[in-house]
């Protein structure tokens, strides 16, 4: 879907919703995200509109369109956003990296290996450094929401340690990290926007592709994959963007209002992720997946040399992961 017709699709809808604009509403906001309505990035923009409607007495208003109503893809959404065609955005890292090169220092494999170390960090001065890193785009980074840790899957063969990848097809995000990632590990990196994975998975024109445990259950992935691998080899935080001068037109205090229910939101929402994640697996395995555990130093040493080549690319890199480590 090309910029104009996001913003013609953006006036009609915008249109359409004059009528049901609530009576003394001062401002109305578009949040969109490409994740299907039962994703919990839904419920966490639905508890960031409830906020913002709270705290300003109901004169802002945010209304939330889920599964690609808005745009086709992540990064024609960010492309909207950018412009001001789309007021916010909740999307995955990758496409937020070819705004802000800086955020994709986030996308380093291992980088994290649990949950409270990745509340520490984005929740703290590295995160908000992160955020800011979007001005220069002219967007305005609110808090991070996040898809958890992502894991392989494949209908080939149970993937156990890096050489089980070799010969195989799996699909990555456009996203150069992930790419030379999958490449350490001997297997062909396929870059592919996500409405084309169900599709490859089924005819078989690729083998596997990777994916937090909400999405693999979300998308019903165990109808075309056989074997999901427990790596956790990425962390998938999700920037929640809106547009800057929106954000600046905002009053001072409604400013604050946002930044402070962005982070109220995000935190209900990562909780939702992770509590949720248990009773996935047992659905997913009940649907007759194989799902199995891996020793995870091996795949860290494999994928390690990835690190080098971006420092080489992004010398500024290697000083952010020394504090996200100290964190």
């Known amino acids: 879907m090309k910029r104009i017709t996001i913003f013609s699709f953006y006036v009609i809808l915008g249109l359409s919703l004059i009528a049901a604009v609530p009576a003394g509403a001062e401002m109305v906001f578009k949040l969109a995200m490409v994740t299907p309505p039962g994703h919990a990035y839904s419920a966490g923009a639905q508890e960031f509109a409830r906020l913002v409607n709270e705290g300003t007495g109901g004169e802002v208003v945010v209304r939330v369109y889920a599964g690609r109503q808005i745009a086709g893809s992540e990064s024609e959404l960010l492309e909207a956003v950018h412009t001001g065609d789309v007021d916010m955005a909740i999307t995955s890292t990758g496409p937020v990296s070819y705004f802000s090169p800086g955020m994709g220092v986030a996308d380093l494999p291992f980088l994290f290996t649990d949950y409270s170390g990745v509340d520490r960090v984005f929740d703290g001065p590295v995160g908000r450094e992160l955020l800011d890193g979007l001005e220069s785009a002219n967007m305005k980074g609110l808090a991070f929401f996040e898809n958890g840790f992502r894991h392989f899957t494949n209908s080939i063969r149970p993937l156990l340690r890096p050489e089980d990848f070799r010969g195989l097809k799996f699909r990555t995000m456009e996203n150069p990290v992930h790419l030379a990632s999958v490449r350490e590990l001997g297997a062909q990196a ?123 690319k992004y010398p500024g890199w290697k000083e952010t992961v020394r504090k996200i480590r100290a964190d």
Not at 234 to 248: A, E, I, R, V
Not at 276 to 289: D, H, N, V
Not at 292 to 307: E, H, L, R
């Open 190 to 312: 396929i870059p592919m926007s996500w409405e084309e994975v169900y599709a490859s998975l089924q005819t078989k024109a690729i083998d596997g592709q990777e994916n937090p445990i909400a999405i693999i259950h979300a998308y019903k992935l165990s109808e075309v994959q056989k074997y999901l691998s427990l790596t956790g080899h990425f962390y998938s935080p999700s920037p929640m963007s809106m547009n800057l001068k929106k954000f600046m037109k905002l009053k001072t205090e409604w400013q604050k209002l946002f930044l402070e229910a962005a982070a109220r939101a995000a935190k209900f929402e990562r909780k939702m992720i992770r509590d949720s994640e248990s009773k996935q697996l047992e659905e997913i395995r009940a649907q007759g997946m194989i799902i199995d555990t891996v020793d995870k130093d091996v795949f860290v040493k494999a994928m390690s040399p990835v690190y080098e080549m971006f420092y080489e």
